[in-house]
C-alpha cells in the first residue's frame, strides 16, 4: 500500500508560478515511479508528467519547458514545479504512484489559472 497526499495547490494569475508537492508513505515508494496527472470537469484524466525511480523524466508536450517534476527520494516526496502557468492548465492536479500493475492515486490538489 501507498498513501499519497498532494499540497501545494490555489489560485494564480497567468503568468505566474506554483509548486506542487506529494508526500507518499508506504511500502518501497523509492523503487516505484511517481506522476502528475491533472483532469478537468468531463475530460479524462491526462499525464502531465512522470518520473521514475532514477530520475528519468516524461512530459506532455503542452507542458514542456514550463513545468519540472522532481523526486526525493530520502524523504519519499514528489514535486511539480510549474512556471507560466496558462488558463488551460486550469485543473485538479493528482500524484500517482505506479511499479508493475499496481497504480494508486492522492486525493488531488486545485489548481485555477485567472486570465
Known amino acids: 500500500q501507498v498513501q499519497l497526499v498532494e499540497s501545494g495547490g490555489g489560485l494564480v494569475q497567468a503568468g505566474g508560478s506554483l509548486r506542487l508537492s506529494c508526500a507518499a508513505s508506504?511500502?518501497?515508494?523509492?523503487?516505484?515511479?511517481l506522476g502528475w496527472y491533472r483532469q478537468t470537469p468531463g475530460k479524462q484524466r491526462e499525464l502531465v508528467a512522470t518520473?521514475?525511480?532514477?530520475?528519468?523524466?516524461n512530459y506532455a508536450d503542452s507542458v514542456k519547458g514550463r513545468f519540472t517534476i522532481s523526486r526525493d527520494n530520502a524523504k519519499n516526496m514528489v514535486y511539480l514545479q510549474m512556471n507560466s502557468l496558462k488558463p488551460e492548465d486550469t485543473a485538479v492536479y493528482y500524484c500517482k504512484w505506479s511499479r508493475y500493475y499496481n497504480n494508486y492515486w492522492g486525493q488531488g490538489t486545485q489548481v485555477t489559472v485567472s486570465s
Open positions: 518520473i521514475t525511480s532514477g530520475g528519468s523524466t
Open positions: 508506504g511500502t518501497a515508494v523509492s523503487i516505484g515511479a
